[in-house]
């Protein structure tokens, strides 16, 4: 039987939430074994002057741990 752990991580990207998405998922792999999913927990924006100026997303990453 296969036992994970989730850990959370915000990322973010100044062109948009599925690149903050893709760029967190690829820095967890980076450092976590066994990435098997992420949920999105959390959405937002920073604005200045009324543009936008960067997408953040704060995701929990699921792995499983090795035996």
Do not use: H
């Given at each position: ?34 990435v098997t ?31």
């Open positions: 039987m296969a036992i994970a752990r989730v850990t959370e991580i915000t990322a973010g990207s100044r062109k948009g939430f599925d690149d903050a998405v893709e760029k967190g998922i690829a820095r967890a792999n980076k450092t976590l074994k066994n999913g992420a949920w999105i927990q959390d959405m937002k924006v920073e604005v200045e002057k009324g543009k936008i100026t960067e997408y953040r997303v704060n995701m929990k990453v699921t792995f499983v741990l090795e035996d």
